[in-house]
């Protein structure tokens, strides 16, 4: 309350609008005694009824109850939602207790696998993105959980295997651990790097006035930059240009240099090529060439009289073929045959 967002330790989760959203994180040292107002918002979003409601969070102190020994389990099988259920943390801490057998036991934290770098899994399979949770309790570790510190599960783990775990049958039912991702610590061997820190009086020390630069700046001549940016490379352009130039107009060889290269038996060659194809071309264009059968209905071909129109012009010529057969035309003379006896007929 009061604030844009939720305290950084607070976390917030919800699957799908249908499902139960679940807040959950672990506060620091920093938070204890200070009381934790979360203002909590929902909306119908059918009717849009709006509902509102204030939980307080009150955070107190461990230090009465210490756990010095904590171990850090990585279960496969459960997103976080899940593992936040009362049920199901109970019985993985029932399960804990029986492997570790502490007078003691108390959940320390819980985090998903992607607020871990982990990456999303594929919908397959009924795949889980996997939890990380973290127990404490009042004595060492138990002998099932120091095997994974022996150098032939490091070794397995190292190539990517399962290590041997005689306790892991008590978790198999339920939870699937990775037993290479578990982390043992004890607080009780580790020697404590706190410093404490030296606040100054917040005043930076005195570096003089401040001095900004002048407000009259001298005018600058940008003739020198104008030559270099245009007229040279405008000046080897034009360089460039003219050598073209000269190439491609001034040094051509000509007709006359070609012909003198070849050789007098293929001008021949080529000469009298040109000549029969001029003479083809001519004889072509002097050729009589017969009437086609669409303009014969105009003219008769032997008397050369006007012939009129097959149909008048009422006449539907919608069914009429586009080109009509030599037996189709009425006004046309029949060419005499010879028959195979010798004798001619019309």
């Not at 607020?115 to 009924?126: E, T």
Request: aromatic residues 8%; negative net charge.
């Amino acid at each position: 309350m009061g604030y844009p967002d939720r305290p950084g330790w607070l976390r917030y989760i919800q699957r799908t609008p249908y499902s139960d959203g679940v807040l959950y994180g672990s506060p620091t040292v920093e938070n204890v005694g200070k009381p934790t107002i979360i203002e909590i918002t929902a909306y119908n979003r059918r009717t849009f009824e709006t509902a509102r409601h204030n939980l307080i969070i009150n955070i107190m102190s461990a230090e009465d109850f210490p756990l010095p020994y904590q171990a850090e389990f990585f279960i496969r099988n459960m997103n976080v939602e899940e593992m936040l259920a009362s049920e199901v943390l109970g019985d993985f801490l029932g399960a804990v207790k029986n492997v570790w057998q502490p007078e003691r036991l108390n959940a320390i934290n819980i985090t998903s696998a992607l607020d871990r770098g982990g990456r999303v899994p594929l919908p397959i399979n009924d795949m889980k993105e996997g939890v990380y949770v973290m127990v404490g309790a009042d004595v060492p570790f138990s002998s099932c959980l120091r095997e994974v510190e022996n150098p032939q599960n490091q070794l397995r783990c190292s190539q990517e295997m399962e290590p041997v775990i005689t306790c892991d049958k008590k978790f198999r039912t339920q939870f699937h651990i990775d037993w290479c991702k578990i982390s043992l610590v004890d607080n009780t061997k580790q020697v404590s790097t706190f410093q404490e820190v030296i606040r100054g009086e917040g005043i930076l020390p005195d570096g003089g006035e401040y001095k900004p630069p002048s407000d009259t700046l001298k005018s600058r001549d940008y003739y020198s930059d104008f030559l270099i940016t245009l007229a040279v490379p405008s000046a080897i352009a034009l360089v460039l240009f003219l050598i073209l130039a000269y190439i491609m107009c001034c040094r051509r060889e000509g007709v006359e240099k070609r012909n003198m290269q070849t050789p007098d038996i293929q001008l021949v060659h080529h000469s009298a090529i040109q000549k029969s194809t001029k003479e083809l071309r001519d004889m072509s264009k002097n050729r009589e060439i017969a009437w086609p059968l669409s303009t014969l209905p105009v003219f008769h071909p032997v008397t050369g009289e006007m012939v009129p129109p097959l149909h008048p012009d009422s006449y539907d010529n919608t069914s009429m073929p586009l080109m009509q057969t030599q037996q189709n035309l009425p006004h046309q003379t029949q060419i005499p045959q010879q028959q195979s006896a010798g004798k001619w007929y019309s």
